[in-house]
């Protein structure tokens, strides 16, 4: 089996081929500069969403596209239609084109609430087309993903090492590893009876999410320290994020539109689009995970030892 993988060379992609790797399967990655990293089974595809011609090539012969890149963060609201809608779109036809009979989206659960951030806006809208194509799809909506090369949520992880860990008003959000995000997108390849056409929303299993300062205490137990946790309101974000766009500009992470959707209090996936037990059930614990994820990071350098 052949697959397409865009994204390859992001946090989820690179669990991906992983994942592919540990299956023996082989892969084309799109990828904005080749030639990568060596990877056993993995050919790079120079391109982007935006390059039909690359797009093509990677899609050739493949049996399914698993559609993993995305733009998460931008001080421009208009380039998450260029990458998340128009990139898509442009993905499928190419698809359509090369007789590609499965595509699996990577989507996000600030899909369901597209009127809070313009990034969750285009998340939805990239939905409905995926929906439309008429190809053999599934959709997936990850809520926080963490795990080794992530670096959104190493800011909390360095964060609880100082001490101090901010978090927006209460709420609960449901948490993932990336590596059992990766082989659920593996495991859907085949399609069939309750996976096609389906909008999932896993998570770890654990009912009803993390309370923000609960999972806040856990990365600072994972980093061995017991941060002050102390819940910033919506006002003093966005100040914070004034701060960190003019400090950072376009590395900034505490954007305007992603304050919108922190602020949102309830982030937990729907029990009703839970993935299906004989498909995929997730094996790695949160609280592991996340202390793993710490070890990862300090055999790395980014954590001191």
Known sequence: MTLALTGGTGFVGQATLD??????????????AVPQDRRKGIIWVGGSLA????????????EAVIHVAGL????????????????TFALIEVAKAAGVPRFIFVSSLAARRPD????????ARAEKIVAASGLDWTVVRPPAVYGPRDRDMFELFRAARRGVVPMPPPGHASMIHVDD????????IPGGEGVTGAVFEPDDGREGGWPHRELARTIGWAVGRRPWVPHLSRGTLEWASRIDCAVRRNRARLTP?????????????????KVPG??????????????????????????PA
């Open 278 to 303: 004989s498909v995929w059930t997730p094996r790695i614990p949160t609280r592991e995970g996340l202390k793993a994820t710490a070890d990862w990071y300090r055999e790395k350098g980014w954590l």
């Open 72 to 87: 998460t963060s931008t001080l421009e609201p208009a380039a998450f239609e260029t990458a998340n809608v128009a990139g």
């Open 51 to 62: 390059d039909r011609a690359a797009l093509s090539r990677l899609v050739e012969g493949a």
């Open 181 to 188: 995000l990766a082989e659920l997108l593996l495991a859907l």
């Open 19 to 32: 994942a592919i790797e540990r299956q023996g399967l082989s892969a084309r990655a799109l990828a904005r």
């Open 116 to 123: 809070l951030s313009a990034y969750g806006a285009s998340k």
């Open 257 to 273: 539109d992603r304050v919108s959707y922190m602020c949102y209090p309830d982030w937990v996936v729907d029990p009703a689009r």
